[in-house]
């Protein structure tokens, strides 16, 4: 990519005169979307946000999918969204990106190969950046995106990650029973064999998104530009490891992380299943080199590791499946492993698919109970009605649907904290050297399961 000039940022507030004070005016623009994750983030709108969005990409399929589902969200009949997608199509998208200067918000989810450098020429231009996972996919884009923050600090912009997954309830309960010391008591220290913490993820290439069975597009086959999977979905259960085990503590990713073992492996696609996910009638020429003898396409997008953290044991796997049986879906497990007890999220048949936090205790005698009782009660201020049943390994936590929203509108919910990091400008100070820990942990990661094959 050229060589792109600076010009200052489109300064965050504006005056008006109507009102006589400042108001916050916050002007999304969205870059190159190839994923629907860019989309999600416009599923509501936002009383501080400018309805009308500026799209910079090249014209073809990943562009018309974005603007299809944004159409969708304006025509739904249930509290429909009035977005004005204003959009400019060609080759130098880029460029005319930063000559037109259209906002001060970039949203970025789509081709990883290269997001990672649209978001350092994004903050070296000035803008504010608000991007999708995984902002980096290699060793060399952890330095690129080390720049970028260092950039970032320096024009007092912010850059930051759409971590949906803190928003989960329960795992904002297993974060919340996890610092109750009379309930929990200490995390364990584990080992390779037994670590103390377990994230394990399953996810599917042909699923339903907002209704609707969703288009991959081509590429996202291609972990050259997709990102194998040991640094794409991993980047969230890293990012929760960070965020439950060591609460608003900063990670050094020097000193901090080790990474003790890693492995990854394919899933096979066949050619049908391939066009059914993405309506593509051909295979593209940059999967051919991963068809293997049968014919079908080999995606480097299975991975597991083992770390430490903190001297803490932890141990992250995502797999990847074509299709979730029916019924089913994506599913997620977490393990927290304290002296006292252990927090367990499972998301199997038992649960009915849906995610369940369950304690369990070696000693489920009533002096316990009552501890947890306590810690309940404490967590009702809160979360009101949160409540615990009795099961024969423990205890589990019972939450009302009200709580339970749907992972597309948690990006509604990461896009308020983000605007709320603009206006007041008061990102806590342990954010950003986490964010820098969590790509250095996948991408180190991904070099020690290369170096093991």
């Given at each position: 990519?050229?060589?792109?000039?600076?010009?200052?940022?489109?300064?965050?507030?504006?005056?008006?005169?109507?009102?006589?004070a400042?108001?916050?005016n916050?002007?999304?623009?969205?870059?190159?979307?190839?994923?629907?994750?860019a989309?999600?983030?416009?599923?509501?709108?936002?009383?501080?946000?400018?309805?009308?969005?500026?799209?910079?990409a090249?014209?073809?399929n990943?562009l018309q999918?974005?603007l299809?589902?944004i159409?969708?969200y304006?025509?739904?009949?249930?509290?429909p969204?009035?977005?004005n997608?204003?959009?400019?199509?060609?080759?130098?998208?880029?460029q005319?990106?930063?000559?037109?200067?259209k906002g001060?918000?970039?949203?970025?989810?789509?081709?990883?190969?290269?997001?990672?450098?649209?978001?350092?020429?994004?903050?070296?231009?000035?803008?504010?950046?608000?991007?999708?996972?995984p902002m980096a996919?290699?060793?060399?884009?952890f330095?690129?995106l080390?720049?970028?923050?260092?950039?970032a600090?320096?024009?007092?912009l912010?850059?930051?990650?759409?971590?949906?997954?803190?928003?989960?309830?329960?795992?904002?309960?297993?974060r919340?029973?996890s610092m109750?010391?009379?309930?929990?008591?200490?995390?364990?220290?584990?080992?390779?064999?037994?670590?103390?913490?377990t994230?394990?993820?399953?996810?599917?290439?042909?699923?339903?998104v907002?209704?609707?069975?969703?288009?991959?597009?081509?590429?996202f086959?291609?972990?050259?530009?997709?990102?194998?999977?040991?640094?794409?979905?991993?980047?969230?259960?890293?990012?929760?490891?960070?965020w439950?085990?060591?609460p608003?503590?900063?990670?050094?990713y020097?000193?901090?992380?080790?990474?003790?073992?890693?492995?990854?492996w394919?899933?096979?696609?066949?050619?049908?299943?391939?066009?059914?996910?993405?309506?593509?009638?051909?295979?593209?020429?940059?999967?051919?080199?991963?068809?293997?003898?049968?014919g079908?396409?080999?995606v480097?997008?299975?991975?597991?590791?083992n770390?430490?953290i903190?001297?803490?044991?932890?141990?992250?796997?995502?797999?990847?499946?074509?299709?979730?049986?029916?019924?089913?879906g994506?599913?997620?497990?977490?393990?927290?492993r304290?002296?006292?007890?252990?927090?367990?999220?499972?998301?199997?048949?038992?649960?009915?698919?849906?995610?369940?936090?369950?304690?369990?205790?070696k000693?489920?005698?009533?002096?316990f109970?009552?501890?947890l009782?306590?810690?309940?009660?404490?967590?009702n201020?809160?979360?009101?009605?949160i409540?615990?049943?009795?099961?024969?390994?423990?205890?589990?936590?019972?939450?009302?649907?009200?709580?339970?929203?749907?992972h597309?509108?948690?990006?509604?919910?990461?896009?308020?904290k983000?605007?709320?990091?603009?206006?007041?400008?008061?990102?806590?100070s342990?954010?950003?050297?986490?964010?820098?820990?969590?790509?250095?942990t996948?991408?180190?990661?991904?070099?020690?399961?290369n170096?093991?094959?």
């Amino acid at each position: 990519m050229k060589q792109l000039f600076f010009r200052f940022a489109l300064p965050l507030l504006t005056f008006s005169p109507l009102f006589g004070a400042a108001q916050q005016n916050f002007k999304l623009i969205t870059l190159d979307p190839g994923h629907f994750h860019a989309a999600l983030v416009q599923k509501i709108m936002y009383p501080e946000v400018d309805p009308n969005v500026h799209v910079y990409a090249e014209a073809g399929n990943d562009l018309q999918l974005h603007l299809d589902r944004i159409k969708g969200y304006n025509n739904r009949i249930d509290n429909p969204t009035k977005w004005n997608q204003v959009v400019y199509e060609g080759k130098d998208f880029f460029q005319k990106m930063i000559s037109e200067r259209k906002g001060n918000v970039v949203v970025l989810a789509g081709n990883n190969r290269l997001k990672t450098n649209y978001i350092l020429s994004a903050v070296q231009n000035g803008f504010n950046v608000f991007a999708d996972k995984p902002m980096a996919i290699n060793k060399v884009g952890f330095e690129q995106l080390k720049k970028a923050f260092q950039v970032a600090n320096e024009k007092k912009l912010q850059l930051y990650d759409i971590m949906t997954e803190r928003y989960e309830i329960t795992t904002i309960l297993q974060r919340a029973l996890s610092m109750e010391p009379t309930v929990f008591g200490t995390l364990e220290k584990g080992s390779p064999d037994n670590p103390s913490v377990t994230k394990e993820s399953v996810h599917h290439f042909y699923k339903y998104v907002s209704g609707a069975v969703l288009t991959r597009p081509a590429w996202f086959f291609d972990v050259s530009q997709e990102g194998e999977g040991i640094v794409d979905v991993t980047t969230h259960l890293v990012d929760l490891i960070q965020w439950e085990c060591f609460p608003e503590k900063i990670i050094d990713y020097k000193k901090d992380i080790n990474i003790l073992n890693a492995t990854s492996w394919n899933t096979s696609i066949s050619p049908g299943d391939f066009t059914l996910v993405t309506k593509e009638k051909e295979i593209p020429g940059y999967l051919k080199n991963n068809i293997d003898k049968n014919g079908n396409i080999q995606v480097l997008c299975n991975g597991e590791f083992n770390y430490t953290i903190n001297g803490v044991h932890a141990k992250v796997s995502v797999i990847w499946n074509y299709k979730a049986p029916e019924g089913t879906g994506d599913t997620h497990y977490s393990l927290m492993r304290g002296t006292k007890s252990s927090l367990i999220i499972k998301q199997g048949k038992e649960e009915n698919f849906k995610p369940t936090l369950y304690v369990e205790t070696k000693e489920p005698n009533a002096a316990f109970e009552n501890q947890l009782l306590s810690a309940i009660n404490k967590i009702n201020k809160t979360y009101p009605g949160i409540s615990m049943k009795k099961n024969g390994n423990g205890w589990e936590i019972m939450i009302p649907d009200q709580y339970k929203e749907s992972h597309e509108t948690h990006f509604a919910r990461v896009m308020e904290k983000y605007l709320s990091y603009l206006k007041n400008n008061n990102m806590p100070s342990w954010e950003i050297p986490n964010m820098i820990a969590k790509y250095y942990t996948t991408t180190a990661a991904r070099e020690k399961a290369n170096q093991s094959k």
